[in-house]
């Protein structure tokens, strides 16, 4: 039905950088909101970042600037830039999706979720 697959996580220093993608395929309405959402073990999903299909973005506020979300809409493919990289960045991330829906801000509700790829940052 809905297919998202995340790639791109792995082990790195503090300071360094990541590139996530997840593969979005196509979906059931021309409209939709596509997310990343991060987990740390014992903790709540937080919400990164999130794009429309009208091209509107948001970033978290409390990342500071580091990480940036885009869109290849030809490739459909979502990604997440992480740069600068802390410790406490080390979670597991999720791209999420919510078709037809209009995302106003960063958040952790959506309908389809991928199956999540590891980002650990060493210090």
């Known amino acids: 039905q809905v297919q998202l697959v995340e790639s791109g996580g792995g082990s790195v220093q503090a300071g360094g950088s990541l590139r996530l993608s997840c593969s979005v395929g196509?979906?059931?309405?021309?409209?939709?909101?596509l997310g990343w959402v991060r987990q740390a073990p014992g903790k709540e999903r937080e919400g990164v970042a999130m794009?429309?299909?009208?091209?509107?973005?948001r970033n978290a506020d409390s990342l500071e600037g580091r990480f940036t979300i885009s869109e290849d809409v030809t490739k459909h493919t979502l990604y997440l830039q992480m740069n600068s990289l802390k410790p406490e960045d080390t979670a597991m991330y999720y791209c999420?999706?919510?078709?037809?829906?209009?995302?106003?801000?960063?958040?952790?509700?959506?309908?389809?979720w991928g199956q999540g790829t590891q980002v650990t940052v060493a210090s």
């Open positions: 999420a999706s919510s078709p037809g829906r209009y995302c106003p801000d960063v958040g952790t509700e959506f309908r389809y």
């Open positions: 196509t979906y059931f309405y021309s409209s939709y909101c």
């Open positions: 794009i429309n299909s009208d091209g509107t973005s």
